[in-house]
């Protein structure tokens, strides 16, 4: 059986990305994926105990999600950004805001839908270790793609394009919009959501036009 980390290798080694960027985003989804897994083992065990109790534990465990995934925005943001530029200018009020907005979303998503699993009693889906790693993967992606948006406009880009990822897997509204430009700060249509960039769930995108997605953003030249 193949290790995570080899796994994750494998599914960003398919994107078409530059090989640093492949390196980095692997380093990032490895780190968040071990947070989550120290985190769901005490989650399973407050649910298993009592599940009223979990819910009242929930503002815990939120918080720290949350703060593991600041922890990785401080460490690595920055990091990501200068892989698209050169510059180093000051991030802008959108990157700022959406930065923001994630942390705050991200580890209220994950918990509304761990209490459904809970409440279900689908303990072995909720806290699983291939849920920690699709977490990871969608989250990061997500957040480097956020990132090379700031990198493009950073170096004066005014437009983006939509790059689908092209095998079978492929969803058919990613194919469709393969190739579709936009300009920096107007999001691309992708079946009936709206998105900045791919993975993005900032403007109430759809879980099925995000999770797993490999598709990339280019600038326009």
């Known amino acids: 059986m193949m290790k995570f ?10 994107m078409e990305l530059s090989a640093e960027e492949k390196l980095v ?3 990032m989804i490895s780190a968040f994926e071990t ?22 534990f929930s503002a815990v465990y939120s918080a720290i999600i949350s703060s593991v995934f600041i922890q990785l925005v401080n460490e690595y943001f920055r990091r990501c950004v200068n892989l698209h530029t ?7 009020d959108y990157s700022r805001k959406w930065l923001e907005m994630r942390s705050q979303q991200l ?18 889906n909720a806290f699983s270790q291939s849920r920690a790693r699709t977490i990871s993967r969608t989250e990061i992606n997500s957040l480097c793609e956020c990132a090379a948006l700031e990198g493009y406009y950073q170096s004066g880009y005014t437009q983006k394009k939509w790059k689908s990822f092209k095998d079978e897997k492929t ?3 990613h194919r469709t919009a393969d190739g579709q430009i936009r300009n920096l700060f107007e999001p691309f249509s992708v079946g ?4 900045m960039f791919p993975q993005d769930s900032s403007l109430g995108a ?8 490999r598709c990339i953003m280019l600038p326009v030249i």
């Open 86 to 92: 050169d510059k180093t200018g000051d991030i802008s």
């Open 192 to 195: 009936d959501s709206l998105l």
């Open 25 to 27: 985003r692997i380093e």
């Open 35 to 56: 947070e989550l897994n120290k985190v769901f083992p005490s989650m399973r065990q407050r649910a298993e105990e009592d599940k009223e109790r979990f819910t009242l």
């Open 206 to 213: 759809s879980a099925k036009e995000i999770v797993n997605c």
């Open 171 to 173: 969803r058919e509204t």
């Open 107 to 124: 580890s209220k998503e994950i918990l509304y839908t761990t209490q459904n699993y809970v409440d279900n009693n689908r303990l072995d």
């Open 5 to 14: 980390d080899e796994l994750n290798v494998m599914w960003i080694g398919q």
